[in-house]
């Protein structure tokens, strides 16, 4: 009787495993490697990871913007946004608004607000003035500062004429950001006096 042969069984390979970059569909890997640049946080580097970012792949910068993410995709959405602000077209400003008043995480609200206060265009301080009123202190310190950033790029008036234009919440501490502003010199002064007590009192 013939000896029966053992016959090794081949497994199948799951759907998941990768055989090689070849397998990857383009759109996954267009995102991957797009995601690569915007991951480069070195000061020294991000504009040259920038300036690789061609207009072709904008559209994808803005999806990246507002897909939620954890982690280190946190930090890609942050570069995201700080790319769209630094271009400052309308379409990318309005970008910006959405996610500065809508997005569930502070920290994506925050960087929203930081980008337009960088634009430099007056009528971003009415969302501005909004945040600046927020409970969460994230969102209202980075309002603050973006105001302040705003009134050194659009000029003092031109924004104190949008605070006075928009809602009433908000207004009082938008005007003690601009009246710093507006005087540097008189509100570091102010602070240093505050800080150091006088020598009478303390006898």
Same mark, same amino acid.
């Given at each position: ?12 390979? =799951?759907?998941?495993? /990768?055989? &090689? @970059? %070849?397998?990857?569909?383009? #759109?996954?890997? $267009?995102?991957?490697?797009? !995601? ?72 994506? =609200?925050?960087?929203? /607000?930081? &980008? @337009? %206060?960088?634009?430099?265009? #007056?009528?971003? $301080?009415?969302?501005?003035? !909004? ?73």
């Amino acid at each position: 009787m013939a000896e029966k042969k053992y016959i090794e069984p081949v497994l199948r390979k =799951r759907p998941s495993t /990768l055989v &090689g @970059l %070849g397998s990857v569909p383009a #759109a996954i890997k $267009a995102r991957a490697d797009l !995601e690569q640049l915007l991951r480069v946080h070195d000061p020294e580097l991000v504009e040259e990871a920038r300036s690789r970012i061609k207009a072709d792949q904008l559209p994808l910068v803005r999806r990246i913007a507002l897909d939620p993410a954890e982690g280190e995709g946190m930090v890609v959405r942050k570069h995201a946004i700080a790319l769209l602000a630094s271009l400052g077209a309308n379409e990318d400003l309005n970008l910006l608004s959405e996610l500065a008043r809508f997005d569930a995480e502070p920290a994506i =609200r925050a960087e929203a /607000l930081t &980008g @337009l %206060g960088r634009s430099g265009v #007056a009528m971003a $301080a009415g969302i501005l003035v !909004e945040a600046i009123a927020s409970n969460d202190m994230v969102e209202a310190t980075a309002a603050s500062k973006a105001l302040a950033v705003l009134a050194q790029k659009a000029g003092i008036a031109a924004v104190r004429a949008q605070v006075e234009a928009g809602p009433a919440r908000g207004k009082k501490r938008a005007a003690a950001v601009l009246e710093k502003a507006a005087n540097p010199v008189e509100a570091k002064a102010a602070k240093r006096s505050v800080s150091r007590p006088d020598p009478k009192t303390q006898r």
